[in-house]
Every structure is written in structure tokens, then in C-alpha cells.
């Protein structure tokens, strides 16, 4: 009897899969015969097409009716193999086993071929295996498949089916490492015989590596990895070889295994690559499942093939199930390189999620985890990007959760960067957007914080004010009472500071989180007040108390101030000398701060030999140039001008490229003077020399150098020829940093472009002093700088808030009543009469104000007063100009001709006649244009007067 081809092929871990394949083709009951010939014939046809389950109805019913019978024996012999199979095939495995034990024990039937690679004995064997497993008899169906894979006569393709069941047979039976070594074994054998074979031990073995699941075993799956990195592509289970591959790398997450994790989190593939490879991989094999149909002899790896499909087809449905797969995978791997420190990649690896992934939960969450990598390295401008595109990806997403968080990193960012306001800005979003959350209250702390850098110190005050109301009750409503006074010292109202302080100590007592702090800004703010003899009792006070204090070395700079104000030189001197070395700033101050006081008390010899030893004991201090500079002053005093250029000559021929070293530029503006003093051409000499010098530092490449050489150029032009002055100022902005270079050459710069009306390169090179030095000795001339430039525009507002800066920020009393005047006239413009009047008032009361500030404010009072009708206070504030300060005369004649004018308003003619007249009569204001104006007003009310 021709033998009919059984193809069936198994799943590794799952037989059930199989027998589901087998049962695919099942075709309508045929009718049943009588004849044992046509029962027999009807089965066998019904199993040739594959309908196992007539087959099977067909087989039986012989068997029932004849198979007792002696003359149907053979017949018996021969089909009982196939009624075995078509029961295999619609799963009845139990009743199979039997006719597959009867069958093999009455061997092969005749004309089978043991040869042939679909021998009846072949199928036999297998498929008793496959029911062994299906009975749970693990170890009768281990041995079965190992005498089926060790009989090298069994079809191929079937035996190493055999070999991968036998494997799964140990994890069957929870023999994990028994699977592990077997596999570890065979595998090499079946890379070129058996490649698909060889991908689905692979597999297999990875996962009963998985299962032992400790260091020894997770090292050996890592390297099973690495070694099939390279075919990985070829795998079939390549998804479930995936996922094993993300759960070993989590494992090694787990275990703070961090490079290993990064090793296997690198290797497994984005979902879309892996659809994407599966997809065409599932196409492949339905191509040739398709081929294999139309040959009626390779059925069997027709089956074998559509059972791969079949678990290809799971294994898609079950990736495309997994939302967060790449999120998952990629949050891993960011935390491994996170977990070892490794900012930058973990950061990347998180920035292409953010750039990259739709919305959800882990993408939002790795975004967080972005922002706090970037923050760890520094790097200021990508927390601000990414918070950036946050904002575009989640603002709007209901599932958002994490936005106050990134908002304060962002706020951060800026804080750190050095942008201020924009910090603020942010701060304050997240106090007004979500008061109700954690990090609100801190976050309208750093708001108010802020605004105390940027030295608005009302703003300041406001906002912790704000702080206390809102949260009455948060632990920051102590820093708040702390900074406040703190915010009221940085702009000298010192006596409400002081009150501040007191009533913080009252509130908090000896715990308070700033109680020793405290004390100390008490002594300052009495010092500050012009209360020397109580700040040395509040000092010493300190000291006594506090000798290991970080702020004694700061106490004990100030005692010496307060000594000094006092008189007491000696003490003062002492004070300073206890400052100590490690205190390196205030070290610094105190020695300089002697070298003052020896130069008061006109002690020049020791004057030299101070500092000469603080450049012998302090050689890499940045004060060396300034040192240099008060040895060159006393050289001056002797008259020795060579030794003192030759001084000053060498620290810039030295140090000049050295950005970093402080008062190179006293050294360098102290020249043209020295020149001068050796005679007339001093400043054609000096500019011969430092032109040289500039040209030789640009060849070497000496930018500081070459720098300073310009700035120094400009100020030989200096008060001479100011257009030279502010050409060589120009020339020295190319190229300049704001950030690194000399502040004091950058403002100078800045100045120059804004007085030839380069408004934009002004604006731009002041806003970076602003940034990179917010305490910089020239933050007053910044902030006049950026008040000019918003006037020129039309924001006077704007000026206003930047004078107001000034005003706080400068040190010089002439800036000031400058800055003053400035500030009332444009408050006077904008219809502010009250707040200019005030500023006014300031300038006339303060005993320390010139002359001239004081003739300028009382002539911009009687403006003030003329502009709201209080014309006889307008007259008396005119009328004491040209009695009081006659020497500034330009304004004196002003004076005359304005308080004429309100005379007139007050319809009293005849006293207005007479300031006309008295104006005209001084010869010593006759060039001024307002006299001629005087003697016309005065013909026409003379001539009115007498009724012409």
C-alpha cells in the first residue's frame, strides 16, 4: 500500500498550538458507509486532504465493525497508524497513544520505507512524544524525543523538533540548568544544518537562563547575546528574544548592574523596526507556506511552516498590544547611564523620547528625568530647551502631571544660567498657576529671591510679604522674615532693616535657622548707620561668641572699619591682622585696608614694605596688580615716576593677558598721568609704547593684552579728545566678551557705542554686564547706560526703574544727585509731580549733596511747583538760586527769567520789571540768550505800564 505523508510540525513550548494547525482543514461529516472497503478508502481520502476528523469517524467505524475479524487483519496493520494520526490530529491524544503503542509494537507496515522521510514508523515515534507531553508523562515524552533525535534515519527538519521539545522537557519538568547545558551543547551544531532551528535555541536557552535567574546566569545570557548580536535578524521568535532581552537588561537594572543593563537595552530594537522586520518576515513565510501547498509531497513542512506563522502572528499581536514599549525601553536604558553618572547619554537617550514619542506617561516622566540629567552636568540651555518642547507636548495633555516640576527646573536653569528675570518670571508662573502645590511656596520664595538679584529689593519685599500671607504656616515664612531685612540692608534703609532683624530674633530666638546670622547683619546695620562706637561693642559681641563662625572673618574686617571711623587707628589695625589667611577675600581686604591706614597716617616706608610683602607671600593672589599699584603710588610720592612706570610697565608686559587678575586696569589708567608729570610729550610717548605693544600681543595673539592696550589708548584721549577717546573705545568692542573680559573696559566700551549712538551694540553689551556680573563696581553705570537707552526709546517708565537702580547701585554722591536729577525730570514728564518732588526733596536735604546738585534740584523744584500752580513757592525756590549759588550763572540767568515769568502769572508786573531789570544790569550774565529775552519782556511792560 502506497504510504501516505504525514507533515506536523510542534511549537517549543506549546503543543496544543499544533494539534489546533492539524484541525484547521476539517470538512462537513461524509456520509457513512457500510463497506469495510469504502469505510477504509473514505479515510484514507479524508486524511490524504488533511480532514482528520472524517478520517478519524471513518477508521473507527472499521475498526468497531471488522477489526475483530481474522480475514481484516492486515487491514487492521496497515491503517492503525492512521487512525492514530487522524486521532492526534483532532487532539484526542490519550486514545492516539494506544494505537500508537499498538502500532510501533507490530511494526512497520509492509512497503513502508525506514528510510524515507515520511516513513509510518517515522510519524509514529514523534507523534508518540507529542501525546506522551500531552498525557504530562514529561519523562517517558523526554525519552521519546531523545531516541527520536538520536536516530539519524528520522527526517531532519523532524528530528531537530525532537531536540528542541527534549530541551523543553527540562523546563517542563523545572530542570532549568539541565536545559541551559544541553542547548548550550547543540547549539553549535545547528548553526548551518538547521539556522531556523538554531534561532528558536537560542530563544530557548536565553530563557532558561532567565529562569535560574542569578549573577552567574545573567552574566552567561549576556554573553550568549553579545555572541548572536550579530544574526539577531535571523531569529524567527526574534519579538520574544526581545522581550527576554529588555527583561535581562531590567534584571541587571534591578541588581544596580548598570553597564550590563546598558548592554542589553542597547540591543533590542524599537517597535517599529521590530513590526517592521516581523511584518516582512511574516510575508516571507506566507510566500512559501503558499509554494509548499501545491506540492503534495512537502505537506509536512507545509505544516511546519504555517505553525512558525502562527506563532509569528502572536507574537506581533502581542507587541502591538504594548503601548510603552520604546517609552519603557528607552526610560531603562536613561536610567542605567543615569545610575552611573553617565548624564549627557542618559539625557540623549531621553531628549530623542521627548523629540520623538507621542505623549504618555513614561515619555512625560523620562522628560522630568531629562531635564534633572542636564541639570547635573550643567547645562543650563538644554533644561531650558526641553522644558521648552515639554510645554509644546504636554501642556495640553490631560494626563499631564509633572509641569509645576518642569517649570521649577526651568526656573532653576535660568537661576543658574544668570537670567534673573527670566527666572522670576517662571518662579512666579508656577506660584500663580498652582498655588496649591508642593513646591508653590518654594517657588514664590526664589520669585521674591530673584528680584533681590536683580537688586529690585521692593519687588523683593513684596513677593516674601506675598509669601507670608499665603503660606502662613511653611517653613519658608522664616526665611522670608530673614531675607526681608536682608533685601532692605542691600538698599541702605538700614534702620528698617535693623527693626527687620530684631523682630526675626524675638520671633525665632537662639534657634532660629539664621539666629547667628542675624546677630551679625544687626552689628552691620548699626555700622552702616554711622553708629561705629555700638557697632564695635556688637562685633566684638559676635567674635567673643562665635570665634569658628564662617562670617568672624567678616566680623573682625568690619570691627577694624568701625575702629578706624572712630579714629582709633591702632585698634583698627589689630582687627584687621586677626583676620585669618583662609578667609582668602577678607584676608585680602584686611591687608589692603592696613596698607590705607599706614597711608593715612602718612607711614610711607612701611606703606612699600606692607606690600611688598603681600607680593612675596601672596605671588598668586589676583590683587597682585593692585598691590603693584599702591607701591607705584608711593613712588609717585617720593617722586621716583621711572620706578613707578617701570612697575606698572611690567605687570601689564607680564599679566596683561591674564583676564582674571584684578586692577590691571588701575594700573593702566594711572600711566597718562605719569607721563604727563615727566613732561609735555608724555602722551605721544606713552602712545608710541602701548601701540607697539598692542601690535605685538595681536601678532602673538594676546587678545586680553591687546585688549587693554586699546582701552588704555582711549583713556590717554581721556578728557583731551573725546572723539579719539570714543574711537579707540569702539575699535576695542570687537571681538569682546562680556562675559570674561575686564568688566571695567566692557562698560567703558559700552558707553562709547551708546554716546555714538550705536544704541543696539549698547544695549546688548550692558544686558550681558547685567547678566554675568549682577554685583560688578560698575552695575551703576549699567543700569544709567540701559535707563538712556529705554528714554531714547520712548519707555520712560522703563528709565525710571533703571535711574532707580542706579540710584541704589552707586557709590559716587555726584552720580547720585546725577542720577537723581535725571529720575525727577522724567517723572516730572510723565505727570509725577508728588514722587519727583520727593526725589527733589532728597537731593536739597541730603547735608553731603555739592552745591551744584543742590542749585540744579532747586531749580527742577521751581519747574516741579510752576507745573502745579504753586507759583509764590516756584518763586522763592528761583529767587534762591541767584541769591545762594550766583557762581553757576547760566543758571542763575535761568533763574531770573523763569521766576520774571511766574511774577507775571501772579499778575504782579512791577516785581517781575524788577527781577527783568536786575537780570539785564549784570554784565556778568550778558552772554546769555535769556538776557536778551529779559530786555524785550522788560520794553514791553514798561510800555504797557505807562499806557502806551
Known amino acids: ?27 462537513a461529516d461524509a456520509e457513512v458507509l457500510v463497506s469495510p472497503v469504502d469505510l477504509l478508502q473514505a479515510g484514507r481520502l479524508a486524511f490524504q486532504k488533511g480532514d482528520f476528523a472524517v478520517a478519524e469517524k471513518n477508521f473507527a467505524r472499521f475498526f468497531s465493525d471488522y477489526g475483530e475479524h481474522t480475514e481484516a487483519q492486515e487491514a487492521v496493520k496497515v491503517h492503525r497508524p492512521l487512525y492514530a494520526l487522524s486521532k492526534v490530529g483532532i487532539g484526542k491524544y490519550a486514545e492516539a497513544l494506544v494505537l500508537i503503542e499498538q502500532s510501533l509494537q507490530q511494526g512497520a507496515p509492509k512497503g513502508d520505507n525506514p528510510k524515507g522521510k515520511a516513513s509510518v514508523v517515522d510519524e509514529l515515534k514523534f507523534w508518540r512524544g507529542i501525546c506522551l507531553m500531552q498525557a504530562q508523562d514529561w519523562v517517558a515524552a523526554q525519552e521519546a524525543f531523545g531516541e527520536y533525535w538520536s536516530d539519524e534515519r528520522h527526517e531532519p527538519f523532524k528530528r531537530y523538533e525532537a531536540l528542541l521539545l527534549f530541551a523543553h522537557l527540562y523546563l517542563m519538568q523545572g530542570f532549568a540548568q539541565e536545559a541551559a547545558d544541553f542547548l548550550k551543547e547543540q547549539t553549535p551544531k545547528m548553526r548551518s544544518k538547521a539556522p531556523d532551528a538554531m534561532g528558536r535555541a537560542v530563544v530557548l536557552r536565553l530563557h532558561a537562563l532567565l529562569q535560574l535567574d542569578d549573577g ?31 527583561d535581562l537588561g531590567a534584571r541587571f537594572l534591578e541588581q544596580q548592574e548598570y553597564r550590563k543593563a546598558i548592554l542589553c537595552l542597547q540591543r533590542v530594537w524599537t517597535k517599529r523596526h521590530l513590526l517592521d522586520h516581523q511584518q516582512q518576515r511574516l510575508l516571507d513565510l506566507q510566500s512559501r507556506e503558499a509554494v509548499l501547498a501545491k506540492q503534495k509531497d512537502r505537506q509536512a513542512a507545509r505544516f511546519q511552516i ?15 498590544q504594548v503601548e510603552d514599549f520604546d517609552s519603557g525601553l528607552r526610560l531603562r536604558l536613561a536610567m542605567a547611564f543615569q545610575a552611573q553618572e553617565r548624564y549627557r547619554e542618559a539625557a540623549l537617550v531621553m531628549q530623542q523620547m521627548l523629540q ?13 528625568a531629562l531635564m534633572q540629567c542636564w541639570m547635573k552636568i550643567e547645562r543650563w540651555p538644554k533644561v531650558i530647551a526641553a522644558a521648552d518642547l515639554y510645554e509644546q507636548k504636554f501642556a495640553q495633555w490631560d494626563g499631564v502631571k509633572h509641569l509645576p516640576e518642569v517649570l521649577f527646573l526651568k526656573a532653576e536653569a535660568y537661576k543658574e544660567s544668570q537670567q534673573a528675570r527670566e527666572a522670576a518670571a517662571v518662579y512666579g508662573q508656577i506660584a500663580e498657576s498652582f498655588p496649591k502645590h508642593p513646591q508653590a511656596p518654594a517657588a514664590l520664595f526664589m520669585q521674591a529671591y530673584m528680584y533681590l538679584v536683580q537688586d529690585d529689593s521692593e519687588g523683593a519685599v513684596y513677593h516674601f510679604d506675598l509669601l507670608r500671607k499665603s503660606y502662613p504656616d511653611h517653613a519658608l515664612v522664616e526665611d522670608a522674615d530673614y531675607w526681608t531685612a536682608m533685601a532692605l540692608s542691600f538698599v541702605s534703609d538700614y534702620e528698617t532693616a535693623e527693626k527687620k532683624l530684631q523682630q526675626y530674633a524675638e520671633k525665632y530666638g537662639e534657634q532660629g535657622k539664621y539666629a547667628i546670622e542675624a546677630q551679625f547683619r544687626l552689628a552691620y546695620c548699626v555700622f552702616a548707620q554711622g ?15 562665635h570665634a569658628e563662625h564662617d ?78 599699584y599702591w607701591l607705584g603710588w608711593v613712588d609717585r610720592q617720593n617722586d621716583d615716576l621711572d620706578r613707578a612706570k617701570q612697575r606698572y610697565w611690567q605687570v601689564l608686559k607680564t599679566h596683561g593677558d591674564d583676564r582674571d587678575l584684578l586692577a590691571i586696569e588701575d594700573l593702566v589708567a594711572a600711566l597718562p598721568k605719569l607721563y604727563r608729570d615727566t613732561g609735555e610729550d608724555g602722551d605721544e610717548k606713552l602712545l608710541a609704547e602701548l601701540a607697539q605693544l598692542k601690535t605685538l600681543a595681536e601678532a602673538r595673539k594676546l587678545r586680553v593684552l591687546a585688549l587693554r592696550c586699546g582701552w588704555a589708548i582711549a583713556q590717554v584721549h581721556r578728557g583731551r579728545d573725546e572723539k579719539s577717546y570714543r574711537v579707540a573705545l569702539i575699535a576695542a568692542t570687537a571681538g569682546l566678551n562680556a562675559k570674561k573680559d575686564p568688566t571695567r573696559i566692557v562698560v567703558d566700551c559700552a558707553q562709547a557705542q551708546l554716546e555714538m549712538g550705536n544704541l543696539t551694540v549698547a544695549e546688548a553689551l550692558f544686558e550681558q554686564v547685567r547678566k554675568w556680573h549682577p554685583a560688578a563696581v560698575q552695575r551703576d553705570l ?36 546725577d542720577l537723581k536729577l535725571r529720575r525727577a525730570s522724567l517723572l516730572l514728564a510723565l505727570m509725577k509731580p508728588d514722587e519727583a518732588k520727593d526725589v527733589l526733596d532728597s537731593l536739597l536735604e541730603d547735608p553731603g549733596g ?37 557762581k553757576y550763572r547760566e543758571l542763575v540767568a535761568k533763574s531770573y527769567w523763569r521766576r520774571g515769568e511766574v511774577l507775571e502769572q501772579m499778575d504782579l508786573s512791577d516785581q517781575a520789571m524788577e527781577v527783568y531789570s536786575e537780570l539785564v544790569e549784570r554784565e556778568d550774565l550778558r552772554k546769555f540768550e535769556v538776557v536778551a529775552l529779559a530786555e524785550k519782556k522788560l520794553q514791553r511792560l514798561q510800555k504797557e505800564g505807562a499806557g502806551l
Do not use: C
Request: charged share 25%; no cysteine.
Open 1 to 27: 500500500m502506497k504510504m501516505i505523508r504525514l507533515a506536523i510540525t510542534t511549537l517549543v513550548w506549546t503543543v496544543i498550538a499544533l494539534s489546533q494547525g492539524m484541525g484547521q482543514e476539517t470538512t
Open 216 to 246: 552567574g546566569h545573567r552574566d552567561e545570557a549576556l554573553r550568549l547575546l553579545r555572541s548572536e548580536n550579530a544574526d539577531m535578524g535571523k531569529i524567527t521568535q526574534l519579538i520574544s528574544f526581545q522581550f527576554q532581552i529588555l
Open 306 to 320: 504555517r505553525a512558525i506563522i502562527r506563532r509569528v502572528e502572536r507574537e506581533l499581536e502581542r507587541l502591538k
Open 356 to 368: 520623538n514619542m507621542p505623549a504618555d506617561e513614561v515619555v512625560e516622566s523620562a522628560s522630568l
Open 531 to 545: 553708629e561705629h562706637r555700638q557697632a564695635v561693642h556688637g562685633f566684638g559681641v559676635f567674635i567673643k561668641n
Open 551 to 628: 562670617l568672624v572673618n567678616e566680623a573682625r574686617l568690619l570691627l577694624g572699619d568701625a575702629f578706624l571711623a572712630e579714629g582709633e587707628i591702632e585698634a583698627g589695625v589689630a582687627a584687621y591682622r586677626k583676620v585669618e589667611v583662609k578667609a582668602k577675600r577678607f584676608f585680602e581686604d584686611a591687608w589692603f585696608k592696613i596698607g590705607k591706614a599706614l597711608r593715612l597716617t602718612g607711614q610711607l616706608d612701611k606703606m612699600t614694605a606692607h606690600f611688598e610683602g603681600f607680593l612675596q607671600d601672596h605671588p598668586e593672589s589676583l590683587r597682585m596688580p593692585e598691590a603693584v
Open 782 to 817: 549699567v543700569f544709567a547706560g540701559l535707563a538712556k537707552i529705554a528714554q531714547s526709546k520712548g519707555a520712560q517708565q522703563q528709565a525710571i526703574f533703571y535711574l532707580a537702580r542706579a540710584e541704589r547701585a552707586t557709590a559716587s554722591p555726584q552720580r547720585l544727585a
Open 850 to 886: 555739592s552745591s551744584r546738585h543742590k542749585a540744579l534740584a532747586l531749580f527742577a523744584s521751581g519747574e516741579l511747583l510752576m507745573s502745579i500752580g504753586e507759583l509764590r513757592k516756584a518763586s522763592a525756590y528761583y529767587e534762591r538760586i541767584y541769591v545762594v549759588y550766583g
